[in-house]
């Protein structure tokens, strides 16, 4: 473990099915709270406006982040149609004039990072986790309780497990690993399909927005 936090590794298997497969790690330190509205009032004076604007006027499949992910997914045997990563999920839902669920501090900085990157992030109570993470591709008859989406079938999707099975994916995450107002370290995780490069200035924004909407400090940043 690096400062207190898990190692991560990509598996070799689903690395050769996608080579541009990448992760973005945080490791932050931060205390949780729930009144969220300075987040979204933040958000929407400045990057929301001009979002719902490219949304109005933009593909899904062409905005940033989303090609590469629904590619990626059908190169690893998923349906993108069934299975949309969580950076869609939340363009669909601006697109659609709904209001981003409202969870806690880390949990809506992580969709607002989103939202501005177009890639699918993890945001993970540490201390709930195992010390040695892998992100590969689920088994057969692999599943977990998805956060809002039931029993989610694991098979063929990208996820993140450690010692205790899968926990995290970029199409939902399960309530074993969720961040709560309990929580006082928390892993980050972005999902990236456009090789390592394309992470770093992501990483940056992240720690940014962690820093300034969250208050978290950050005492792991890498790219694998």
């Not at 330190?29 to 979002?51: K, N």
């Not at 349906?79 to 949990?107: F, M, T």
């Not at 990236?192 to 940056?204: E, M, Q, R």
Request: proline share 5%; aromatic share 6%; charged share 20%.
């Amino acid at each position: 473990m690096a400062n207190n936090f898990p190692s991560l590794v990509i598996d070799s298997a689903l690395a050769v099915l996608w080579p541009d497969t990448a992760l973005g790690i945080l490791g932050l330190q931060a205390s949780v709270f729930a009144e969220t509205s300075a987040i979204w009032e933040d958000f929407e004076r400045t990057s929301g406006p001009g979002l719902r604007q490219a949304l109005a006027d933009t593909p899904l499949a062409q905005m940033p982040g989303i090609a590469e992910s629904r590619a990626a997914l059908k190169a690893f045997g998923a349906d993108p149609g069934r299975y949309r990563v969580s950076s869609e999920a939340l363009y669909r839902r601006l697109r659609q004039g709904k209001d981003v669920y409202r969870i806690n501090s880390l949990v809506d900085t992580n969709n607002v990072l989103s939202l501005a990157c177009g890639l699918s992030c993890g945001i993970y109570d540490a201390s709930r986790l195992g010390p040695d993470i892998v992100l590969r591709l689920g088994r057969e008859q692999e599943t977990y309780q998805g956060l809002g989406k039931g029993d989610l079938p694991l098979r063929n999707l990208p996820l993140l497990a450690d010692d205790t099975g899968p926990f995290g994916s970029p199409v939902s995450d399960s309530a074993r690993s969720c961040v709560t107002q309990d929580t006082t370290r928390a892993l980050l995780v972005v999902y990236g399909f456009s090789g390592k490069t394309a992470l770093a200035p992501v990483l940056d924004l992240a720690s940014e927005l962690f820093g300034r909407l969250a208050h978290a400090q950050v005492q792991l940043a890498t790219i694998i």
